[in-house]
């Protein structure tokens, strides 16, 4: 049962990391520092102070940053690949029951693919924010992004299961605007130049 419990925060946690990369980190080492969580041996530094450090000053300069105009799409194309692999790193952290090759593996495909998903739509979302407002939405993205790593972090720590149902809702959510995006593109008339 703790095997699954890990699972479950660690696909919460990697999902979060997709909204804000550093917040869900930052709360794990926390977490870990004060014993709610328990971490695998090669992730332990989460918990050092030199870690929690680096991790809090790296919190506040991307929230900060995401509220500038412009810098916020941006950083959204660098986000991405290093949103990826900080899932894998978040997922990989909080599933010590796991064999270390199970571990891994689900870290690589789950733990990235979660965030990998949710930095996607986040970015779309910012850029479709950036197009229709000029930038001036953008502040209420970067809040809601904000909002929901700190909540999915939180939860993955107390109520993992629940962080979890929610994750997957998330995701759904992000394959039907997905899917209705495509749809619509497909179904447009092309015109012969």
């Known amino acids: 049962m703790d095997a699954l419990i890990g699972v479950f925060a660690g696909l919460a946690l990697s999902a979060a990391v997709g909204f804000r990369v550093f917040v869900p980190l930052l709360l794990t080492g926390l977490a870990a ?3 709610y969580l328990e971490l695998t041996a090669d992730m332990a530094w989460l918990g050092s102070d030199a870690a929690l450090v680096a ?3 790296a919190t506040v300069l991307e929230v900060g940053a995401y509220y500038v105009p412009w810098l916020d799409n941006l950083l959204d194309a660098v986000a991405t690949p290093i949103a990826t692999a900080a899932g894998v790193i978040a997922w990989a952290a909080v599933t010590p029951e796991l064999s270390p090759l199970l ?5 690589i495909v789950a733990g990235g693919g979660a965030a990998g998903l949710v930095q996607s739509g986040t970015t779309l979302l910012r850029l479709h924010s950036s197009t229709f407002t000029a930038g001036l939405g953008n502040p209420v993205v ?10 999915l972090s939180v939860l993955a720590v107390l109520a993992p299961v629940l962080a979890a149902v929610l994750v997957v809702l998330v995701l759904v959510a992000l394959g039907g605007l997905y899917r209705r995006a495509t749809s619509r593109r497909n179904a447009a008339p092309y015109s012969k130049p």
């Open 33 to 35: 520092r004060f014993g």
């Open 55 to 57: 991790l809090a000053t």
């Open 103 to 107: 571990r891994w593996t689900l870290a």
């Open 142 to 151: 970067a809040t809601g992004e904000l909002v929901g790593s700190l909540a």
